[in-house]
């Protein structure tokens, strides 16, 4: 069984910062592209920032400047450093993963359980 557990987020006022953590726990083989995404409230879930296994990282244009994505392979573990906050980043925050796992070494795609950010003005 494999999971994906978050933590970090909270209230914040505009122009502050948040670090979030996302650590793929279980019987990993190993985990490909990580990534956080974000649902505000009456909107389409979005992507906010990706991560291959090698580094290579890709970010919303809304972010860019702002927000930093980076991981480390041996905890398995991926982290958004958020600057400059805004109100309009206020949202649940979700950490996804491509996880090899099995005897078969396939691979999954799995969802953290979400935390919320808020920014308040």
């Known amino acids: 069984q494999v999971q994906l557990v978050e933590s970090g987020g909270g209230l914040v006022q505009a122009g502050g910062s948040l670090r979030l953590s996302c650590q793929a726990l279980?019987?990993?083989?190993?985990?490909?592209?990580m990534g956080w995404y974000r649902q505000a409230p009456g909107k389409q879930r979005e992507l906010v920032a990706s991560i291959t296994s090698g580094g290579s990282t890709n970010y919303a244009d809304s972010v860019k400047g702002r927000f930093t994505i980076s991981r480390d392979n041996a905890k398995n573990t991926v982290y958004l450093q958020m600057n400059s906050l805004e109100p309009e980043d206020t949202a649940v925050y979700y950490c996804?993963?491509?996880?090899?796992?099995?005897?078969?070494?396939?691979?999954?795609?799995?969802w953290g359980q979400g935390t919320q950010v808020s920014v308040s003005s």
């Open positions: 279980g019987s990993i083989i190993r985990v490909n592209a």
């Open positions: 996804h993963g491509e996880v090899i796992h099995g005897a078969y070494y396939s691979s999954f795609s799995y």
